[in-house]
């Protein structure tokens, strides 16, 4: 759907047990853009994503979705608002056949037309996933594995989709394959919020983004002046 919902988490802390990972966290997707959150591993990129999703508790702070408060909301409320999510790694469920997968993506809608229709264009525009729709997601290859976690993801026809590290484990053709769909999702109007360790490609493909480091977000600015920032530097590379 075309997105004209800005997300926004304002000054966000959360964590697990007693540790504090995100400290006072900021973030904003702007509709129908792409925004990125750069870190190195343990920096709390995937802490942001479950918080924003409601799989984590907000301790403090505040989440936007548009007009509605978000924060602490139960995790299937937040996804029936519109907010969508493709899991690490582009993970799928191997035992299931394509179709099967789909349909467990669409398992929050009630209509069962609308989910065949929905599957219906997402065959479209993944004609690769319809020829193979009755073989098990297991012995896909890995961009077609990829493919199906994005689409599935998409079975909601969500206006914003959150990747978290869409590119990890996946050889070079495959991560600009990933990047493509990302781009034409964009393309479609829908906004995207992008976790990521491969910084090149994804600030290539971002309009803004966010660098956190130790949970909190030590730079942020459009993806142009990102790829000059010298804390982008620091954050990656360790220099003091
Ligand atoms: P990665 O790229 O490795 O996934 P990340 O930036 O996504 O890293 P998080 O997974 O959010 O980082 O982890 C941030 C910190 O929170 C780390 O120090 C991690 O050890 C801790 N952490 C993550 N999950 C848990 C958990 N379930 N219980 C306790 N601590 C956790």
Known sequence: ATATRKLSAIGVTAGYDRADVLKGVTVEVKPGTVTCILGANGAGKSTLIRTILGL???????????????????????AALGIATVPEGNRVLPRMTVLDNLKVGGLLMRDSRRVAARMEELFETFPRLRERRGQLAGTLSGGERSMLSIARGLMT????????????????????????????????????????QNVRQTLDVADYGYVLVQGQVVAEGDAESLKQNAELHKAYFGVH
Request: avoid cysteine.
């Open 56 to 78: 984590n508790r907000v301790r403090k702070g505040e989440v936007y979705f548009g007009g509605a408060a978000i924060a602490n909301m139960p995790t299937h409320k937040i």
């Open 157 to 196: 026809d969500p206006e914003l989709v959150i990747f978290d590290e869409p590119s990890l484990g996946l050889s070079p053709l495959f991560v600009s394959e990933v990047f493509g769909i990302v781009r034409r999702l964009k393309t479609a109007g829908l906004s995207i919020l992008l976790v990521e």
